[in-house]
């Protein structure tokens, strides 16, 4: 099976290629523009790219939005991470957090829209984690934001991008396999395609 995955960002679809290469669901990557509207809600946004998206593949589609939450600065940044990163970057993160609490999480919506379906999926999943206090390690292929330099995840000691790309994939095996969402949506076309055999 073939999926098209709307996003410009070639590490977003190779985060997606494993999560579903179990399922034998080809990803293929569709750089397209989609249009993001303001909303603190991921769910919103992916509602209406997936939307905009499937309009012009018309062909199973995906698309993701995910937002960042520091639980001691009211969930800031929320949906706006790109504009967060553009305008005080990692180092006005890392000030407004200052002796605060450092937890935080990242939630990813991932949407899902075919021919079969009247309405959207929607597949969401969430990381916790804290906030390093300096950044840390290289951005590297496999990391999709430079939240990676000071993002912490739970159970480690190190920001993901101070992980070799060995320690990420067994991270991701241990604390992602059943939680992420794009195994939440491999399950579900898994047992789609499943069902449809037996018609």
Not at 79 to 84: E, G, L, P, Q
Not at 96 to 117: A, H, I, M, Q, W
Request: with cysteine; hydrophobic share 35%.
């Amino acid at each position: 099976m073939n999926i098209y995955y709307a996003t410009k960002n070639k590490s977003k679809v190779q985060s997606l290629r494993r999560d579903l290469k179990e399922y034998d669901i080809r990803v293929i990557q569709i750089p397209l523009d989609l249009y993001e509207p303001r909303s603190y809600d991921v769910v919103e946004i992916a509602n209406k790219k997936i939307i905009s998206a499937y309009d012009k593949i018309k062909k199973p589609t995906v698309v993701l939005d995910a937002g960042f939450y520091i639980y001691s600065i009211k969930g800031f940044p929320r949906a706006f991470v790109n504009f967060a990163l553009e305008t005080i970057g990692i180092e006005g993160i890392l000030d407004l957090v200052k002796n605060k609490e450092r937890k935080c999480e990242f939630t990813e919506c991932l949407s899902y829209l075919d021919s079969s379906l009247e309405n959207p999926l929607f597949f969401v999943s969430k990381v916790k984690g804290e906030i390093a206090y300096e950044p840390k390690g290289k951005m590297k292929k496999h990391l999709w934001s430079e939240l990676g330099l000071i993002f912490i995840p739970e159970g480690s000691q190190k920001t993901l991008a101070e992980l070799t790309y060995n320690e990420y994939l067994k991270w991701r095996k241990i604390t992602r396999e059943k939680e992420s969402a794009g195994k939440l949506l491999g399950d579900w076309l898994l047992g789609h395609r499943l069902a449809d055999n037996r018609k």
